[in-house]
Every structure is written in C-alpha cells, then in structure tokens.
C-alpha cells in the first residue's frame, strides 16, 4: 500500500523541549517538503529536500530543523527556539523530472505546546 | 514574490447550489496551478491540476477550474454542491522556483 506514513499523529510537548515528526513515504518520490497550516493561513513552507543528504529553508525554517539521510525519510525536528510551534505538521513529497512536480501529503501530525 | 489570493474565507451553501471559489496569483511566467482539497480528518488531496494545454481543466467529484492567463486566475468551480463537498479547498502555484505557494484556503460549508 504505497503511501506517505506521519507519526505521531497527536503529540504533546512542554515548553522549552525539542520534538521530532517522522515522515516516511514508499512512493520512491525524489522530493519531500515539511508545512506547517494554521488557520486562516494555508500551508507555509518549512524545509524541503530534493536528494538525499541535501535539503533547503522554506519560508519559516526559524526554529525547525531536518534531515535526510533516506530518500524514504523525512524527519522534522520542532526545537526549543520555535516560538508558536503549536501547529498542524503536513510532509508532502513529489517525483522530480514530471510536469507537473505534483506533490502528495501525508496525514498529518498535530503539535500542541503545554 | 510569488503568491496566491483566495478571497472567499468562508462560503456556505445549500445543495444543490453551483459553486465557483475565487483564486488568483501574481506571476507573469509559465506556471502550474492546483486545487487541493481537505476533508474533515483526512489528508489534504489533489482535486485538479493545470501545466499545459486546455485551459479549462477537469477535476475529481464533477469539480473543474478555468484558467484564464490575461487575469491570473484558476478559479474552481462545480455546477452543482453536495453535502459531500463540505471541506476547505486551497489554491496553490508553482512558477520557476522549486516551491509551491498555497493560498490561504477557503472553507465550505454546503448544509443539506
């Protein structure tokens, strides 16, 4: 069953910890990328990758930090210096080389700060 | 900068009736336009997608989009809502960077 797999999907954390997202897919896409959506404001870009061992800041990577050392991996680490980290965490990834650079997202995580 | 403007925040309809949600970006070159849609508690899933060739692309669930270069717009439309469609529906484009602005979504809410 091909797919993009998010864990966990609710995640709890205090104040002043860091926190990692899994994100895996099986989909052999070259691409994933990590948003985050808040009301009201659609998805912003956190951090995406486009080959393995390199990745690149989205619109708000303050905060965030990520790693690729799989092409099926994607982890999102949410660090202590992420002011408003509480949030709805979605991976997406895409094939490279296709018009359109489609891409396809996973269910999500949800992130709230105690 | 690349971006999208989606003005309809909030739309509530009854079935039945036809639905056409605003979306409009601000890039002048070649691009790829999308609608995405999230259903309550499921993953955010692609309705439609333009690149090339017709403008007036059809989608999943009898949804289609037009796009109409001289006023950089896609906007999404269906002749006839169902209460099947309530969900949030957000517009996105991809121009010459590897990144994909999304609008700032559009909730609907189609009552029976």
């Known amino acids: 069953d091909g797919g993009i797999t998010q864990s966990p999907k609710y995640l709890f954390r205090k104040e002043g910890q860091n926190v990692t997202l899994s994100c895996e897919q099986n989909?052999?896409?070259?691409?994933m990328y990590w948003y985050r959506q808040d009301p009201g404001q659609g998805l912003r870009l956190i951090y995406y990758?486009?080959?393995?061992?390199?990745?690149q800041k989205g619109d708000i990577a303050e905060g965030y930090s990520v790693s690729r050392e799989k092409k099926e991996s994607f982890p999102l680490t949410v660090t202590s210096a992420q002011k408003n980290p509480t949030a709805f965490y979605l991976c997406?990834?895409?094939?490279?080389?296709?018009?359109?650079?489609?891409?396809?997202f996973g269910p999500g995580t949800r992130l709230t700060v105690l | 900068a690349q971006s999208v403007s989606q003005h309809n925040h909030h739309v509530i309809l009854s079935e039945a009736a036809s639905l056409e949600l605003g979306c409009n970006y601000s890039?002048?070159?070649?691009?790829?336009l999308f609608w995405y849609v999230q259903y309550p508690g499921q993953h955010l899933q692609l309705l439609l997608k333009?690149?090339?060739?017709?403008?007036l692309v059809k989608g999943i669930k009898g949804f289609e989009a037009e796009f109409i270069k001289s006023k950089f717009s896609f906007n999404l439309r269906k002749p006839s809502v169902q209460w099947s469609d309530t969900a949030e529906y957000f517009c996105a484009v991809k121009g010459n960077t590897d990144k994909l602005i999304f609008g700032t979504g559009t909730r609907l809410q189609v009552f029976p």
């Open positions: 989909l052999n896409h070259d691409a």
């Open positions: 333009y690149f090339s060739g017709d403008p």
């Open positions: 997406a990834s895409s094939m490279l080389g296709r018009s359109p650079d489609t891409q396809y």
């Open positions: 990758s486009q080959i393995v061992n390199d990745f």
């Open positions: 890039y002048g070159g070649t691009v790829n």
